[in-house]
């Protein structure tokens, strides 16, 4: 009877419904994504700028839609935040990090020493994001060491307070705090000051033109200087050229993530993986 969904849709609903039917058969969708396995983590190698070596990874969620293909996280992630399937989005991409990372241990690839998950907003208004972390850690048996929080400064901008509070509790247990996407917020001086963190990320819009505009490889150098003096890990990402790759070690940053390393991978692959050597 839904033979005909197509046209059916078309003469019954008014197109200035359209986009909140879309948004609703989608969210209906990503539901039974979460249920039915069709979500999948991509792991993407951060390398040491020095030695050249892979020393941790970004964990970045992919749909794999039984129909549209391989999603990416900016074709479903907004919606997840606009309803409720952010929460146990979030902590099935926490519990499923972890669980990778732990396997990947036991399997000896103890070279990678973090595994960076991305947090939205949402996930600070849960009851109690710091004992959810401490349940998933538990259960996989993964060092608090070993995971990374990646936070925008977007997310911190919510309720400033009461985020500060949550990652100085996530600090005590010993996780690691990035500040992601570095210097594109409204405040990143402030936030720079206020938010307990271990690690900076530059965002990929001030490398991509590094070598060429001199405002972007003076923010860098200075935002690199400035983290190094705060006792900060510096991760330089979207690094896509050798060009790149060298100025960024000139001026002593630590890590570099970037399609030149690799792009994301599934984690089959990751464990496979070998960096290219590092340009002179
Ligand atoms: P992000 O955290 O800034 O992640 C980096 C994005 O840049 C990734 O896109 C990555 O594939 C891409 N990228 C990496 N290297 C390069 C490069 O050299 N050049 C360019 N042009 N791009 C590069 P992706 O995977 O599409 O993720 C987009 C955003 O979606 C992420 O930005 C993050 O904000 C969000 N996201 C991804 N996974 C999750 C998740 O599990 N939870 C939440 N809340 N957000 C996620
Ligand atoms: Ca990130
Ligand atoms: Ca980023
Ligand atoms: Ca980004």
Same mark, same amino acid.
């Given at each position: 009877a839904r033979a005909q969904g197509r046209n059916t849709r078309n003469s019954f609903t008014p197109d200035i419904g359209r986009a909140a039917v879309d948004r609703l058969l989608l969210e209906n969708q990503l539901h039974q994504a979460l249920d039915g396995n069709e979500l999948v983590l991509f792991y993407q190698p951060q390398i040491?700028? &020095?030695?050249?070596?892979?020393?941790a990874v970004e964990a970045l969620v992919r749909w794999n839609h039984p129909v549209h293909g391989l999603l990416g996280p900016d074709h479903f992630i907004p919606l997840a935040e606009k309803s409720e399937l952010v929460l146990p989005l979030g902590e099935w991409v926490v519990r499923t990090a972890c669980q990778q990372m732990q396997a990947w241990h036991l399997a000896g690839?103890?070279?990678?020493k973090r595994v960076a998950v991305n947090l939205s907003a949402r996930q600070f208004e849960q009851a109690d994001l710091p004992a959810f972390v401490a349940s998933i850690l538990k259960e996989t048996q &993964?060092?608090?060491?070993h995971l990374e929080l990646e936070i925008t400064e977007s997310v911190a901008m919510e309720k400033p307070e009461r985020t500060i509070k949550i990652l100085n509790t996530l600090l005590d247990m010993g996780i690691r705090l990035a500040l992601d996407?570095?210097?594109?917020?409204?405040?990143s001086m402030t936030y720079l000051k206020q938010l307990p963190i271990t690690t900076l990320k530059i965002d990929a819009s001030f490398v991509r033109n590094i070598e060429t505009d001199r405002y972007d490889a003076e923010i860098c150098t200075a935002t690199i200087s400035l983290a190094r003096k705060l006792g900060l890990n510096v991760v330089a990402e979207g690094v896509e050229t050798p060009g790149q790759f060298r100025f960024l070690r000139n001026i002593e940053c630590h890590e570099a993530q970037g399609f030149l390393i690799s792009h994301p991978l599934p984690a089959a692959e990751l464990a496979q993986f070998q960096p290219p050597p590092n340009p002179d």
């Open positions: 040491d700028m &020095l030695s050249g070596r892979m020393i690839l103890t070279h990678i &993964l060092e608090a060491g996407d570095f210097g594109t917020g409204y405040s």
